[in-house]
């Protein structure tokens, strides 16, 4: 299972981003899959989810409102828009699969994941 991060970058407060997260090897419809972020020195800290069997989502409260989490099956993709950034949210994003045929919701604690991305830089900064 491999999992490719992108779409990071540098964006000026209240602008916007889209990360995608490739996952290859495997169905995606087998999958949650999670996005992180990092900090250098803290740990990782959970953002958003997507559960594998109805796409049902959850958010952090610091994402609520502002991005959104969404799958494209055929694509074997994961998006998360992310709009109205603040520079808080500079940190390493990073996504991750676990493996839940069926399931209608996803785990909030890193350790549940099995497969992580390289990670993404996301810089908001004027």
């Known amino acids: 299972v491999q999992l490719q991060a992108s779409g990071g970058g540098l964006v000026q407060p209240g602008g916007s981003l889209r990360l995608s997260c490739a996952v290859s090897g495997v169905s995606l419809i087998d999958y949650d899959i999670g996005w992180f972020r990092q900090a250098p020195g803290k740990g990782r800290e959970w953002v958003s989810c997507?559960?594998?069997?109805?796409?049902?989502?959850d958010y952090a409260d610091s994402a609520k409102g502002r991005f959104t989490i969404s799958r494209d099956n055929a694509k074997n993709t994961v998006y998360l828009q992310m709009n109205t950034l603040k520079p808080e949210d500079t940190d390493v994003y990073y996504c991750?699969?676990?493996?839940?045929?069926?399931?209608?919701?996803?785990?909030?604690?890193?350790?549940?994941?099995?497969?992580w991305g390289q990670g993404t830089q996301v810089t908001v900064s004027s």
């Open positions: 991750a699969a676990d493996r839940r045929i069926g399931s209608n919701w996803c785990f909030y604690t890193p350790d549940e994941y099995d497969y």
């Open positions: 997507i559960s594998s069997f109805d796409g049902s989502r």
